[in-house]
């Protein structure tokens, strides 16, 4: 089990979350940020630092978002496991899904 990043980071990039992160997990793309699910801990330190509520525990990803849980592993797909996102830096990869949003108005 992993934590998950849904809808509500989509063109926000807050990343108070990556500042959290122990271990340095949560990778930045164009359109939203990722957390990697096999290099997260569960520690939960993202969850409550996130400005917009955009991280779930996988069980608890609300409905709605649950199509966010095969985005964020998507993301990984081609990138692999870098063992932390500071190496790498801001990846354009976003899932299909992402790529094809309409543009999220700030705060929402």
């Known amino acids: 089990m992993t934590y998950v990043i849904a809808q509500p ?5 807050d990343k108070a979350c990556i ?4 271990v340095d997990c949560i990778y930045e793309g164009d359109r939203m940020l990722y957390i990697h699910p096999d290099e997260c801990v569960d520690c939960g330190a993202c969850e409550p630092v996130c400005p917009v509520e955009a991280i779930y525990y996988e069980d608890d990803v609300p409905d709605e978002w649950k199509d966010y ?3 964020n592993v998507d993301f990984f797909n081609e ?3 870098p063992g932390g996102a500071s190496k790498v830096g801001k990846v354009s990869a976003d899932p299909p899904m992402i790529k ?3 543009p999220q108005a700030e705060g929402h």
């Open 9 to 13: 980071c989509v063109d926000v990039l």
């Open 100 to 102: 094809e949003l309409e």
């Open 79 to 81: 990138l692999g496991s």
């Open 69 to 71: 849980t095969k985005a």
């Open 19 to 22: 500042e959290e992160c122990p």
